[in-house]
T-cell receptor, first 116, second 108 residues
Framework: DAGITQSPRHKVTETGTPVTLRCHQT?????MYWYRQDPGHGLRLIHYSYGVKDTDKGEVSDGYSVSRSKTEDFLLTLESATSSQTSVYFC???????????????FGNGTRLTVT | KNEVEQSPQNLTAQEGEFITINCSYSVGISALHWLQQHPGGGIVSLFMLSSGKKKHGRLIATINIQEKHSSLHITASHPRDSAVYIC??????????FGTGTSLTVIP
């Protein structure tokens, strides 16, 4: 299994509080992703990173920010949590992407976040 | 409209049956992934393919680029195959799109 760890695994927080989720990898993969998974929706991309300090927005980025100061860590921050951000969050990593050199996606075990 | 559509959404089979899960997509792709999500929630990569067919144990994945369609087959299904199977594609702009998954239950 790819070395990818998410923390915390479960979090309950109140509306309006800041929350940070951490993704840590030991694979030295270039690409890291944050997804959210909700019933009736496929995995939806929040933000992704293609290198240290290189990040970009996904389709559901509003209300979220990310940082990647080291290859191995990718942080997802909810500056002021809302109930609509109650979800399961998955981090994923991949070594490469592109027409000539796609590589598999490896997922963390997920973080279940509840905003009350 | 989703870029990736899976069918069926739910599937129940008897142990030993041959199972097919379908994935159709509407964008040009560089690769297609099949993922498995167990009831505990973890997601595992099963296959990544851009043409033809791949086999791993009792699992077979095929893709037809011209028809924009892929299938995942499970031979001699077993209760431990019960999971959600997710199809994902990488478009030519290197973006991932995910299907909503097919929930498979294999009954002993």
């Amino acid at each position: 299994d790819a070395g990818i760890t998410q923390s915390p695994r479960h979090k309950v927080t109140e509306t309006g509080t800041p929350v940070t989720l951490r993704c840590h990898q030991t694979e030295n993969h270039r690409y890291m992703y944050w997804y959210r998974q909700d019933p009736g929706h496929g995995l939806r991309l929040i933000h992704y990173s293609y290198g240290v300090k290189d990040t970009d927005k996904g389709e559901v980025s509003d209300g979220y920010s990310v940082s990647r100061s080291k290859t191995e860590d990718f942080l997802l921050t909810l500056e002021s949590a809302t109930s609509s951000q109650t979800s399961v969050y998955f981090c994923a990593i991949s070594e490469s992407i592109g027409a000539l050199n796609n590589s598999p996606l490896h997922f963390g075990n997920g973080t279940r976040l509840t905003v009350t | 409209k989703n870029e990736v559509e899976q069918s069926p959404q739910n599937l129940t089979a008897q142990e030993g049956e041959f199972i097919t899960i379908n994935c159709s997509y509407s964008v040009g792709i560089s690769a297609l992934h099949w993922l498995q999500q167990h009831p505990g929630g973890g997601i595992v990569s099963l296959f990544m393919l851009s043409s033809g067919k791949k086999k791993h144990g009792r699992l077979i994945a095929t893709i037809n680029i011209q028809e924009k369609h892929s299938s995942l087959h499970i031979t001699a299904s077993h209760p431990r195959d019960s999971a959600v199977y997710i199809c994902a594609v990488v478009n030519t702009g290197n973006q991932f799109y995910f299907g909503t998954g097919t929930s498979l239950t294999v009954i002993p």
